[in-house]
């Protein structure tokens, strides 16, 4: 009698289970389709021009594009009627806040696998030097049923770049390991600069970087000295150097340097491009 009770009750639960499995389905099918709309975005917060780890807003050519541009970057929604996002732009504000936004790009989920993109991220290359954009976020269900825009902004402006110069290419260990990083070519280039250095990976993760250097120049062409045996995480005043290891024979690297004419943290610089070089064993 307790054998057949048993059996009773284990397949009264199993039953249980599957209609509740089949009121979430239906749950979740009904929300697609009478259209309910997916939570609005959220932008990655952009990093701080000094952080070693470069995210959010950030111009382009830092990362995955040869050309001008700037890279935004959001967090994935939760949703599973997603059916993607759309990017929209202005370049008017009135006492810092943006108005009159349009639609920029549409990008449903997996349009940009060709450009070996993700869904988060959206490179815009129609940009100029000396404008604001600012920019918000919609996601879409796959019936089209939009969001509000994104509670929060983010906004960068281009100036003229410069040229990474050296080092480059393959070189020799400096027997004190110093190198000299070298840019020109840059007439706007008045203000401060923020130069890093990275082991050769795109992922601008914190422990990729291997130094950074800040400082001011009045120069279309300047350079500055990296002892990267001296170990030092911490600026040794408001700009500096800071070498976070040695370099290595045998491993290539990565720098460039970014131009803040109006100063640090004001959401406008001008990049220059990758320049990279290999130690030789």
Not at 25 to 43: H, N
Not at 163 to 173: F, L
Not at 190 to 216: R, S
């Amino acid at each position: 009698m307790n054998g057949c009770k048993t059996n009773v009750d284990m397949k009264t639960s199993i039953q249980l289970f599957g209609l509740i499995l089949l009121l979430i389905l239906c749950a979740a099918c009904q929300e697609e389709q009478q259209g309910t709309p997916p939570s609005a975005p959220r932008f990655v917060p952009k990093s701080a021009d000094t952080a070693r780890a470069i995210r959010g807003i950030q111009p382009s050519v830092i990362r995955e594009s040869p050309r001008r541009g700037l890279r935004l970057e959001w967090f994935q929604n939760p949703e599973r009627n997603l059916g993607g996002y759309e990017v929209w732009r202005t370049e008017q504000a009135i006492d810092g806040v943006p108005v009159n936004f349009s639609l920029r790009q549409k990008l449903p989920l997996g349009s940009q696998a060709a450009q070996n993109l993700p869904d988060t991220v959206f490179v815009d290359e129609n940009v100029r030097n000396g404008v604001m954009y600012y920019y918000k976020l919609v996601s879409y269900s796959r019936v089209d049923v939009a969001s509000n825009f994104s509670e929060e902004f983010q906004q960068y402006e281009l100036r003229v770049p410069g040229t990474a110069d050296a080092p480059r290419g393959d070189i020799q260990m400096p027997a004190d390991s110093t190198l000299t990083f070298r840019w020109l070519d840059n007439n706007e280039s008045a203000g401060f600069y923020c130069l890093k250095v990275y082991v050769d990976d795109l992922d601008f993760k914190e422990e990729n970087c291997v130094a950074i250097a800040t400082g001011q120049t009045f120069f279309a062409s300047d350079s500055i000295r990296i002892n990267f045996n001296r170990v030092q995480t911490t600026f040794p005043g408001t700009v500096g150097t800071k070498v976070f290891r040695p370099l290595e024979r045998g491993r290539r690297y990565f720098w460039f340097v970014m131009f803040h004419p109006l100063g640090f943290e004001t959401n406008v610089g001008a990049p220059s491009n990758r320049q990279a070089f290999f130690i030789n064993p």
